[in-house]
């Protein structure tokens, strides 16, 4: 059984940081690429970022480049977004995902899903 978990959210102000983990089980995250979706209220899941298989390559949208970095621990089998200057438009719940592909920016192409995790920027 595939699982992912996802940990690390919670309240901050803006400027500040964030760590959220993706921890996989029943699969090699080195075989398969790790993307990151966001949902803000009243909006639908938007792709943000992605770090792909077997290179560890990773994908980012403008609106965290430079602020958000992905990194894999495959002794842990666990992928970490550091999310660093957040602002309050980066309000949403987080979710990580799991394919077979290279980072695609669709979400159907993703087949194993976190359970999500808010974040919330605010002063």
């Known amino acids: 059984q595939v699982q992912l978990v996802q940990s690390g959210g919670g309240l901050v102000q803006p400027g500040g940081s964030l760590r959220l983990s993706c921890a996989v089980s029943?699969?090699?995250?080195?075989?398969?690429?790790i993307g990151w979706f966001r949902q803000a209220p009243e909006k639908a899941r938007k792709w943000f970022s992605c770090?792909?298989?077997?290179?560890?390559?990773?994908k980012y949208e403008d609106f965290v480049k430079g602020r958000f970095t992905l990194s894999r621990d495959d002794a842990k089998n666990t992928v970490y977004l550091q999310m660093n200057s957040l602002k309050p438009d980066d309000t949403a719940k987080y979710y990580c995902?799991?394919?077979?592909?290279?980072?695609?920016?669709?979400?159907?192409?993703?087949?194993?899903w976190g359970q999500g995790t808010q974040v919330t920027v605010s002063s």
């Open positions: 995902a799991a394919e077979t592909g290279r980072c695609s920016v669709l979400a159907n192409n993703y087949h194993y």
């Open positions: 029943g699969l090699t995250t080195d075989f398969y690429s």
């Open positions: 770090i792909r298989a077997s290179d560890n390559k990773t």
